[in-house]
């Protein structure tokens, strides 16, 4: 009688979703692709500072493998152009320094003469300290009697006041071309400042008259745009005896000594003098 053989129970297999057909094996898990950028470019490509810098690296390697020979030529033609912009730019600054030092030489020689032959620009006559030069010179060389004459003009001011200081600028401006018509060839004048001027007359028997032809004179009226302006002229004297400081002194207290007496035109001429 035969034996029945024990039977081994069947392992189950393990069962395989529908479809699947990946290997069962563990496999290495790829490198993620580089991200894109908001652009849609490769953000891993060099950037500005990447690509100066290959530049440059591409410019010294070309530098390097140019002949020794053919830098040395580059080098001394930068070199010669160099120095030949330097040895211009000297020239030109000493050409400015020449330049700058006869401006300088021009402008005090002008300083001097303007300081030798002041002017006053509304009279055209001499200001003060050219007058004391002019007339010491006068004295000195013609060897004539001189008298000073001091003038202040009357009511200059409501002119001023009432028209504006351009209409007083155009009386002193006649003013002074009328002294300066009445002079003779050896005698001088200055406006001494505001609207009081000198005169170093020739002192002689023809002198009082020709004063008071130089009051009338000033008195003329004065055309300024649709204006007559009319001002007039105290004037006091002294002799030239010794000297122009105290001449100037007793014209000076003369003038004022005809003021006081209230009347327009005045002239005062000190005592003993024509």
């Given at each position: ?9 069947a392992?189950?297999?393990?069962a395989t979703?529908q ?5 069962a094996?563990?496999?290495r898990s790829a ?9 849609g470019?490769d953000?891993a490509?060099?950037g500005?500072?990447g690509?100066a810098s ?6 010294a390697l ?11 030529a580059v080098?001394?033609d ?9 040895r211009r ?8 320094e ?5 401006l300088?030489e021009?402008r005090?020689?002008?300083l001097?003469?303007?300081a ?12 003060r300290r050219a007058?004391?030069?002019?007339a ?15 003038l202040?003009?009357?009511?200059f001011k ?5 028209f504006g200081?351009?209409a ?12 300066t018509?009445?002079?003779?060839p ?6 001494s400042?505001?609207d ?5 007359a020739?002192?002689?028997?023809r002198l009082?008259?020709?004063i ?8 003329e ?6 204006l ?9 004297s ?7 400081s105290?001449?100037?002194g007793e ?17 005062a001429i ?5």
């Amino acid at each position: 009688m035969a034996h029945a053989s024990p039977r081994i129970p069947a392992v189950p297999r393990r069962a395989t979703p529908q479809g699947d057909t990946t290997p069962a094996r563990r496999t290495r898990s790829a490198v993620p692709p580089a991200q894109a950028g908001p652009s849609g470019h490769d953000q891993a490509s060099p950037g500005a500072e990447g690509k100066a810098s290959s530049t440059a690296a591409a410019r010294a390697l070309a530098l390097a493998r140019t002949p020794a020979t053919v830098r040395i030529a580059v080098l001394r033609d930068t070199v010669r152009r160099l120095l030949e912009t330097n040895r211009r730019l000297r020239q030109q600054l000493a050409a400015s320094e020449d330049r700058v030092r006869a401006l300088t030489e021009e402008r005090g020689h002008l300083l001097t003469e303007l300081a030798d032959a002041r002017i006053d620009p509304l009279s055209g006559l001499a200001v003060r300290r050219a007058f004391t030069r002019n007339a010491t010179e006068l004295l000195r060389a013609t060897g004539h009697r001189y008298c000073l004459l001091l003038l202040d003009l009357d009511e200059f001011k409501p002119v001023n006041d009432q028209f504006g200081h351009a209409a007083g600028d155009a009386v002193l401006t006649e003013v002074g071309a009328r002294i300066t018509r009445w002079l003779g060839p050896t005698e001088t004048a200055a406006r001494s400042g505001g609207d009081e001027f000198v005169v170093m007359a020739a002192q002689d028997a023809r002198l009082p008259a020709r004063i008071r032809a130089l009051r009338e004179a000033i008195a003329e009226p004065v055309a300024y745009q649709d204006l007559h302006l009319t001002v007039g002229v105290t004037v006091g004297s002294a002799e030239v005896t010794d000297g122009l400081s105290k001449a100037l002194g007793e014209a000076d207290q003369a003038m004022y000594k005809a003021k006081g007496s209230g009347r327009r035109g005045r002239s005062a001429i000190t005592p003993g003098h024509a």
